[in-house]
C-alpha cells in the first residue's frame, strides 16, 4: 500500500510538474506571447493549489496507513507477548511435569524393589521351610534305622 502511494505521488508529481512547466522557447527564436498571459500566470497558482491538495489527501493516506500500520503492529506485540506468556506457562507447566514423573519413578523403583526383597525374601523363607522338613524327615529316617538296626540286631 505505501509503495503504491509512493509510485502515485511521484507520477502526480510528474503529470503536474509537466502541465506547470513553461514550455521551453529558444532565446533565438521570436515567439509572440498571446494575449491571455494572465490565464498562463493563473494556471500555476492552480496547480499548486491542486498539488497541495493532492498533498494534503497523500498526507492523510499516510496518516490511516500509519495508523493502520501502527494498530497491526500493536497487535502483533500484544500477540507476541501473549505468545511469550504461554510459552512460559507451558514450560512451567512441563518442569513441573518432569519432577512428578521424576518423583513417580522414584516411587515406582522403591516399590519395585520393596516387591522384589519381600518376593526374595517369600522365596528364601520356603527353601528354608523346605529344608528344614526334608532335613527333619531325614533325619527321623536315619533314626528310625538307627532304632531298627539296635532292635532287631
Known sequence: MYSMNKILFALLFYVMAAFAAPAAVPADSAV????????????PQETCSEFKSELAHRDS?????DSSCSVEKDSLRAALTSEKAKGENWEKS???????????AKALSVSIGVSENSKEKRDEERREAAMMSGSAFLGGLGLGMLLFWLIFD
Do not use: F, G, R
Open 32 to 43: 509572440a506571447v498571446p494575449a491571455d498571459s494572465a490565464a498562463e500566470i493563473s494556471a
Open 61 to 65: 493516506l499516510m496518516a490511516v496507513a
Open 94 to 104: 512441563y518442569e513441573t511435569m518432569k519432577k512428578s514423573n521424576e518423583t513417580c
